[in-house]
């Protein structure tokens, strides 16, 4: 899995040093052995693992060069925040997440893989950002992937970022016609559209996108509003 791993990466543009590649190798382990117990993913074949769980993840690296705090919503077994974070280990990272034992896993991986400045947090997305809630709007990036639709998760997310900071929505093709609908949304919630990233996963087929939406404006009190509003009324 090692060499599959750096040559891939080296594909997709990023240089993996050895202690990296180890924290990858030991993830990886971990991920499919919890996995027999909860479930974490459907993709338990090592190769599939690296391709479309860590090197995917690494995609929006290129959006947090100025980012010192990065948030995780919704991160699920730990992507795509665990693997940034061991790339960019000056990160300090908050893994949020609803479900509690994905988050004893997610406490394994990081007392495992030796990473040090990550919290995990388990809240709903919306309520960990609402009006005075000490995680709202504290962070320099917001990161999310395949949770929802984006005018649902821009509602989710940006409340947590910072004016001046990013939101980074990985989503599949097609983008552009969720961008659209999600448009009075992002403005309604003070971000901006500043770029799609597109990619195609290293010798495949594969092609995902990057929604880069920066905080341009403080987010209204009012949002998040409750997850059942959120899905049934999408702003």
Known sequence: ?????????????????????????????????????MNLTAITEPDEIVLKHFVDSLYGIKFLSDA??????????????????????????????????????????????????????HSRAEDGAKAGAPLRESFDAAVSRAVANLSCLCEYCIPYVKVGGVFLAYKGPGVTEELAEAQNAIEILGGEVTGVFEYTLPDTDITHSVAVIKKVKSTPEKYPRLQGKIQKKPL
């Open 68 to 121: 010192k705090t990065l948030i995780d919503v919704g991160t699920g077994a730990g992507f795509p925040g665990v693997p940034l974070k061991i790339v960019k280990p000056e990160l300090s990272l908050t893994l949020l997440d609803s479900l509690n034992k994905r988050l004893t896993f997610l406490e394994e991986v990081k007392n495992q893989l030796r990473l040090s400045d990550v919290t995990c947090v």
């Open 1 to 37: 899995m090692t060499n599959f791993l750096y040559s891939t990466a080296q594909k997709a543009g990023f240089c993996l040093d050895d202690a990296q590649l180890n924290q990858f190798t030991m993830y990886s382990t971990l991920l499919r052995q919890w996995n027999e117990k």
